[in-house]
Nanobody
């Protein structure tokens, strides 16, 4: 059974850095593109960041570009989202996602096949 488990969410003040982790189990995602997608209350899911299977290609939403970074450690089947200078508008449930058959870093939330349960991030002003 494939599982993606996020951790590291919580309540932070604007400007206070936060790092999310996503540990995968049940399958080795070392050759698959992975990413982060978020959903704020009353809004649709929004792509945040994606990373290719080797970690050599990354993509970011314009709203987080320059503030967030994404990385992965294939040895432990884990990806990370480093959130620097978070803003109140970054408040959302953050989901880890993985592609089933492709290794590139897609900016489309719809192409991801596996999803975690989400972790809440709340940024206070």
């Amino acid at each position: 059974q494939v599982r993606l488990v996020e951790s590291g969410g919580g309540l932070v003040q604007a400007g206070e850095s936060l790092r999310l982790s996503c540990a995968a189990s049940g399958r080795n995602f070392g050759t698959n593109g992975m990413g982060w997608v978020r959903q704020a209350p009353g809004k649709e899911r929004e792509f945040v960041a994606g990373i290719s299977w080797r970690g050599t290609e990354t993509k970011f939403a314009d709203s987080v570009k320059g503030r967030f970074t994404i990385s992965r450690d294939n040895a432990i089947n884990t990806i990370y989202l480093q959130m620097n200078s978070p803003k109140p508008e970054d408040t959302a449930v953050y989901y880890c996602a993985a592609r089933s058959n492709f290794g590139d870093s897609s900016p489309l939330a719809s192409v991801y096949d596996f999803w975690g349960q989400g972790t809440q991030v709340t940024v206070s002003s």
